[in-house]
């Protein structure tokens, strides 16, 4: 299975130059707390946490509307391409000890959003669905030996 099967598409974007601010009042618009930072073309260049904003907040002890995405995001994240397998994305997930990774076209665009939440669905998905067919397995077993 391809990451491009499971990733949540139109994922909620910031620019390096917007302000925290801006940030914070999307997070809180699309009640999510991470955000892909795109540049020209779509093309991933960092990404920003609620965590991030908090922190940066308090430490930094100015404005939201003073500070930058670019001076707090986290740069160069970890991506998956569409076309890679999760067993490919999974490791590199791990490694980098991240719940989420955007996901890029053939070109470097910005496509998707894949997280670990949307792994474990598709997981569970496909687990139900092999715990239906058991279960029509052994219905059936059962009914042809009643016979």
Request: hydrophobic fraction near 45%; proline fraction near 5%; charge should be neutral.
């Amino acid at each position: 299975m391809n990451v491009e099967d499971i990733c949540r598409r139109n994922p909620i974007t910031v620019k390096p130059e917007d302000s925290l601010g801006t940030a914070a009042g999307l997070m809180g618009e699309h009640e999510v707390g991470f955000l892909v930072v795109v540049q020209a073309g779509r093309k991933p260049v960092g990404v920003l946490t609620g965590r991030d904003l908090a922190v940066a907040a308090l430490r930094q002890g100015a404005s939201p509307d003073a500070l930058l995405v670019r001076d707090v995001m986290t740069p160069h994240p970890i991506i998956a391409r569409v076309n890679d397998s999760l067993e490919r994305t999974l490791p590199k997930m791990r490694k980098a000890a991240v719940r989420r990774v955007p996901v890029v076209g053939f070109r470097g665009e910005l496509v998707g959003l894949l997280s670990c939440d949307d792994i474990f669905d598709t997981i569970a998905d496909n687990l139900r669905h092999i715990v239906t067919a058991v279960r029509s397995e052994e219905s059936v077993e059962l009914a042809a030996r009643t016979y």
